[in-house]
């Protein structure tokens, strides 16, 4: 199975400004194709999780683009620019490059 | 509009069974691929199941493997999660799910509570 570490657990960032997520997987979800099989979801309290992210770095119709996503093979970012109130959120990266599917532990991000 | 509806959530006893639903609508469902995630309270996303366009190909995570079956009617644009041998940390909020390049809908959720 495919393992995804994002880092931090929690990230507190003060109203406009950057926040930086990490994700890294335990093998490279680099496709031949030279598309990287990785999505970021956004999960408010209380609601389904929101996908923001596909292959690594196309944003869903949709989202904001202060969100941005970057990174290959088994190393990757969720960049957050010009926070706003309504980015408090838990943050999840998730590989869809082989089965099972798996989902990083998850990053709260809090308004310092 | 694209909508997953769900049901079929509640309390059961340890060793029992449940059937959850998911009732999709505004999109193709036959030629999408589904899946069913949970989150057990305060807890992160868990990928549980996912089943082909026709239905023919099926996959699951180990920790459910043969106490859990997906299916789908695409007549009745539905998808399903026979979910059989519960146990205590099998309780979690069950939400389905479609897309193959990242879910892109998701069902509101549903509880299950496996509980004595």
């Known amino acids: 199975d495919i393992v995804m570490t994002q880092s931090p657990d929690s990230l507190a960032v003060s109203l406009g400004e950057r926040a930086t997520i990490h994700c890294k997987s335990s093998?490279?979800?680099?496709?031949?194709?030279?598309?990287?099989?990785l999505a970021w979801y956004q999960q408010r309290p209380g609601q389904p999780p929101k996908l923001l992210i596909y292959w690594a770095s196309t944003r869903e119709s949709g989202v904001p683009d202060r969100f941005s996503g970057s990174g290959s093979g088994t190393d990757f970012t969720l960049t957050i620019n010009t926070l706003q109130a309504e980015d408090v959120a838990v943050y999840y990266c998730?590989?869809?490059?082989?089965?099972?599917?798996?989902f990083g532990q998850g990053t709260k991000m809090e308004i310092k | 509009e694209v909508q997953l509806l769900q049901s079929g959530g509640g309390l059961v006893q340890p060793g029992g069974s449940l059937r959850l639903s998911c009732v999709a609508s505004g999109f193709t469902f036959g030629k999408s691929v589904v899946n069913w995630v949970r989150q057990a309270p305060g807890r992160g996303l868990e990928w549980l199941s996912g089943?082909?366009?026709?239905?023919?190909?099926?996959f699951y995570v180990d920790s459910v493997k043969g106490r859990f079956t997906i299916s789908r009617d695409n007549a009745k644009n539905t998808l399903y999660l026979q979910m059989d041998s519960l146990r205590v940390d099998d309780t979690a909020i069950y939400y389905c799910?479609?897309?193959?390049?990242?879910?892109?809908?998701w069902g509101q959720g549903a509880l299950v509570t496996v509980a004595s």
């Open positions: 093998q490279s979800v680099l496709f031949t194709s030279g598309k990287n099989s």
């Open positions: 089943i082909t366009e026709s239905g023919d190909s099926t």
């Open positions: 998730q590989q869809y490059y082989s089965t099972p599917l798996t």
């Open positions: 799910a479609n897309g193959t390049t990242g879910f892109d809908h």
